[in-house]
């Protein structure tokens, strides 16, 4: 990669945008994050400053597409794309090589944003296997921890179930596969599966388990210029971030970066090329990323409070907030039905203490407001997705000719009680603005799962339930002007503004600078847009997926996927945003 080539990381949420950053930033290759509205919403400025202000700079936006309607996502993306060239004409307009961030569990508008990304006859090239989380594709199915993601509960707090695989979650987009096999053949034998894909239009899938098949899939991609796209999760960009490190180190174009707590590849899956030996190192343990980050800590941030979010769904979020408790956190749980009932407004205690951490509870015997998808129940309800009701993506989008669909039951064929049934179930909800069903004929489809109970349709409910949520879970903004009301379900998308909104209230009260640890990338991005924070520098990152960043008055914001981090996750990041803000306790 020539130094002076521009690179453009686009994500649908703000912790991926902050992964991807992560990933890229070192000594040889800056990044930013910038965080962008959506489509219609921007204008020259923003046009301006996405223009590289450093060589090879990588510009990384938030799109906050991933709960928008799919046509929304698609033209953010389209929008993006135009902004970071706007003159088709210009020596480097061709010259932005683009990498797109999706979910690795294939959560968001997947197949519309790639549908953008590939209009006007770009190849792409989608690996969205995170090997560092254990999650893999085989055979184009993602696995978690070995169990296929259609059969796991990774879905239990969205409004559909999971994807058989990964050309499914494309909807009607032309894919091929690239088996593991080709993966891990000659570079050769992988760029030409790659060139043949995009010269018949079709999206490659690529099959990954390790870091080093990332590489791999890297380096061919790149050989054929930046009009191979690459689409994929955080081991994607990582694995990007090592190649243009190697690339630019090999010509002269910087020093190697030091160590800065972000996590390289395993040792075990060094790659195919090998890197300079400062480069091919394993991931530094936890006390040395922990004391990265917090070098790298302004001193004047020694005083200033740390309020920690916690907003979400996942269970094992609990822990990990108890452990804060632990170390001497003070705590404030704000009940959902607060912050849903239109009401006065929640309001946080002054914020005093060194560390505070706010989290959502529901009411005691309050039904799961998100019922999962073949989920084993747990005493913790996930809190509910924001997604509006999907958009099918009609084959007029999709370029190339038709894909070839997974095996699936014939369709006159009915099915045994034990085998999945053929879903011509209408997943997009009754408010879809055209009035159509988008049935997704041969999607699989298990056991339809049982409803959470809920009071009778004429009884109001008691005060210890979520109050019945009529409100249209795409925002105010629908472009068509519907309602899209889902009677008795609670809405995602008013429940993190409502907390983004009392965190912004007490970050306003508070006289001076406060610090920001925020879970989850809806949560992050809600809270951020609350305090009119648009620009974050990476810093580093504390583990894998807790990236530290700097607003551009200097106070630290920490932002991480609700799925990522062990119990010690969050206890970690306060280390090193605060040395020494809590007492440490033995945790048995």
């Known amino acids: 990669m020539a130094a002076s080539r521009r690179l453009l990381a686009i994500a649908d949420d703000l912790s991926g945008a902050a992964e991807v950053a992560a990933a890229l930033h070192s000594r040889t290759t800056r990044s930013r994050v910038l965080l962008i509205g959506r489509p219609g919403a921007v204008n020259g400025g923003v046009a301006r400053a996405l223009r590289p202000r450093h060589p090879g700079e990588a510009t990384v936006l ?10 929304e996502a698609a033209e953010a993306v389209r929008e993006a794309l135009r902004l970071s060239s706007p003159d088709e004409n210009a020596p480097d307009a061709l010259d932005t090589l683009v990498l797109k961030k999706i979910d690795s569990l294939l959560r968001g508008n997947v197949a519309a944003e790639i549908a953008a990304l590939a209009e006007g006859g770009a190849g792409v090239v989608l690996a969205p296997a995170l090997p560092i989380a254990g999650r893999v594709v085989r055979s184009g199915v993602v696995h978690l921890g070995g169990v296929a993601l259609h059969e796991s509960d990774a879905w239990r707090a969205e409004t559909l179930p999971p994807p058989a695989s990964v050309a499914h979650a494309l909807g009607g987009l032309s894919t091929a596969l690239v088996p593991l096999t080709t993966v891990r053949a000659s570079r050769r034998t992988l760029l030409t599966a790659l060139r043949t894909a995009a010269a018949a239009g079709r999206v490659a899938i690529c099959d990954a388990e390790t870091d ?13 210029g930046p009009r191979m796209r690459l689409v994929g999760s955080g081991g994607l960009a990582l694995a990007l ?7 630019l180190n090999a010509i002269g174009a910087g020093a190697a970066p030091a160590a800065t707590g972000k996590r390289g590849a395993p040792a075990a899956d060094a790659a195919p090329a090998a890197p300079p030996a400062e480069m091919a190192v394993a991931a530094p343990p936890a006390d040395m990323a922990v004391g990265a980050a917090r070098a790298a800590a302004s001193p004047a941030s020694a005083g200033r409070p740390v309020l920690v979010v916690v907003g979400t769904a996942e269970p094992a979020a609990a822990e990990q907030v108890r ?11 704000l009940p959902l039905a607060e912050l849903l009932s239109g009401g006065p407004p929640v309001r946080l205690p002054p914020l005093t203490a060194p560390v505070t951490v706010v989290s959502l509870v529901a009411p005691p015997g309050a039904p799961d407001p998100a019922p999962p998808h073949g989920a084993v129940a747990t005493d913790t309800a996930p809190l509910p997705s924001p997604r509006p009701a999907p958009e099918a993506i009609t084959p007029a989008a999709a370029p190339g000719p038709a894909p070839n669909p997974a095996p699936s039951p014939t369709p006159d064929t009915p099915p045994t009680p034990a085998s999945p049934s053929i879903d011509t179930a209408d997943h997009t909800g009754p408010d879809r603005p055209d009035g159509q069903t988008s049935k997704q004929p041969g999607a699989i489809s298990g056991p339809a799962p049982k409803p959470a109970p809920s009071p009778a349709p004429d009884t109001p409910p008691t005060p210890a339930s979520p109050p019945v949520d009529t409100a249209d879970r795409t925002g105010p903004d629908r472009p068509d002007g519907q309602t899209g009301k889902q009677p008795g379900a609670v809405s995602g998308r008013r429940l993190v503004l409502g907390l983004a909104r009392v965190i912004g209230d007490a970050v306003a009260a508070h006289h ?6 925020l879970t989850g990338g809806e949560t992050a991005r809600r809270v951020l847009d609350a305090l009119a ?8 990152q504390v583990h894998h997926g807790a990236v530290h960043l700097a607003t551009p008055d200097g106070r630290s914001v920490v932002t991480r996927p609700g799925s990522f981090g062990d119990p010690d996750s969050l206890r970690q990041i306060v280390q090193a945003l605060r040395p020494h803000s809590t007492e440490r306790k033995v945790t048995p």
């Open 62 to 71: 938030d799109l906050d597409s991933r709960y928008r309607p799919a046509t």
């Open 512 to 517: 001076g600078a406060v610090d920001l640890v």
């Open 212 to 224: 080093a098949d990332l590489d791999a899939v890297v380096e061919a991609a790149l050989a054929e």
């Open 323 to 333: 452990r804060l408790i632990e170390d001497g956190a003070v705590h404030h749980q």
């Open 533 to 540: 924070v648009a620009e974050l520098d990476p810093v580093g």
């Open 241 to 247: 971030g090592r190649h243009l490190r190697t690339t």
